[in-house]
């Protein structure tokens, strides 16, 4: 009898679980240092295609930003810029959510051709939303990652990377 009344109590709420879920935040689910990164595919203002295997055989340095925060860690972008790094062997891109732009897209392609003129990094538009989903990445954040040559990750930071950070990236990457 106490097994009827307790599954007439309990199961019911045992619908409303995978709604639970569908309002977990994404950061539970983001990337974590060992993870290999998902296949991608953005497109820069001009036309270019970045997937995820141009990434592989040499280090990747992926700074993911909200339209809003293009320039929240441009402090790191300087001192990367700074350290010289072997471009035969490190990539460093900078993705921009473009999602959801609609009548705007052309706007942002010109304004990403523009950025990448500006800060001489390439930057790509995640134009349908995707490599954020895949990544499982916060809306309206920026997120700093670093790649290694087999694909997987071994630094990850959202939000304003400081400049006591710095050293370990430099360190990651030489």
């Known amino acids: ?32 240092i060992g993870d290999a990164i998902p296949g991608f595919s953005v497109i820069s203002g001009d036309g270019h295609i970045l997937i995820r295997d141009d990434l592989l055989d040499k280090k990747g340095l992926i700074f993911y930003e909200d339209r809003s925060l293009m320039d929240i ?32 897209k052309k706007l942002w392609q010109d304004r990403l051709v ?3 003129r500006k800060i001489n990094l390439p930057v790509y538009g995640d134009w349908n939303g995707k490599m954020k989903d ?29 400049s006591s950070d710095f050293e370990q990236i430099g360190n990651l990457v030489h």
């Open 73 to 104: 860690n441009q402090d790191l972008k300087d001192y990367l810029k700074a350290l010289n790094l072997d471009k035969n062997n490190i990539m460093t891109v900078v993705v921009v959510d473009c999602n959801d732009l609609g009548l705007f």
């Open 134 to 162: 895949r990544f499982h990445l916060e809306d309206e954040s920026s997120t700093f990652m670093v790649i290694d040559e087999t694909g997987h990750v071994v630094y990850s930071q959202t939000g304003t990377i400081t």
């Open 114 to 116: 523009d950025h990448s």
């Open 1 to 32: 009898m106490k097994k009827e009344v307790f599954m007439k109590i309990i199961k019911p709420q045992l619908l409303f679980l995978p709604l639970f879920f569908l309002f977990l935040s994404p950061s539970l689910f983001a990337l974590q």
